[in-house]
């Protein structure tokens, strides 16, 4: 049996190598109970060597919180960018789609091309100024409340709107992916938008680089049955993508 010094090693070197352990992988490997491993993970984070989870421990703070849309834009800008023209490809002409708000989805409205009577709906002010410059793309832009930070409206009028649509897809931005808790965003009222956008939506496809995941939110947006496609960036680590495609999610790496 491996000392306690042994265990902590094993699960911070887990940690480097995955960016989050699972208590019951733990118990498995180590051959220890339930109650050793989270006993250890506490003395880790006592130590602020990891931060405990529902079910685990991450190498990083799981908590986000709200910037401005002007100081996302500057991180992870070119993994984004990337992001964005893998999302811009899929689209195709006649579409009717979805652009949810965040610096990613934005990255992605930079990289669209003119396409025949492609329709987009969006509560983004800064994606609807984007592409209102392409003349055959009409775009509808969502009313409510502005929510500054984002540059985006939100609120039960912007909500009441989509009953009128049915989308072929939804691009859909995240402040965070937790395996245990769903995809969430710092922002109460814009995760009940997005919500109803995903109900309006045959196909929702996330847009969000690697740091996002790990992360949660204060506002769930929904679990990972109500997702079809996430695309991001090589930085995700190999579990979370076999335990997103064990879900049935498709995971597309730019």
Known sequence: MLTLAERHQHILNSLKQEGQVNVLDLC???SVSSVTIRKDLKLLEDKGLLFRTH?????????TVDRSVNEKEKIQASEKMRIGAAAASMLQPNDSILI????????????????TNLTVITPSLNIALELNRHPDIEVMQLGGVLRKSSSSVTGPYAESILSD????????GVDGIDLDFGLSTTN??????????IKVSQKTIVLADSTKFGKRGFGKICGFEDIDQIITDSGISEYTVKTLEGMGIKVTIV
């Open 165 to 172: 649509f049915s989308c072929s897809k939804l691009f859909l």
């Open 55 to 63: 079910g685990g421990a991450t190498a990083n703070n799981p908590y």
């Open 28 to 30: 498995d490997k180590l």
């Open 100 to 115: 949810a708000s965040g610096t990613t989805v934005l990255a992605m409205a930079r990289n669209i091309q003119a396409k």
């Open 188 to 197: 109460v009222m814009e995760a009940h938008l997005n919500r109803r956008m």
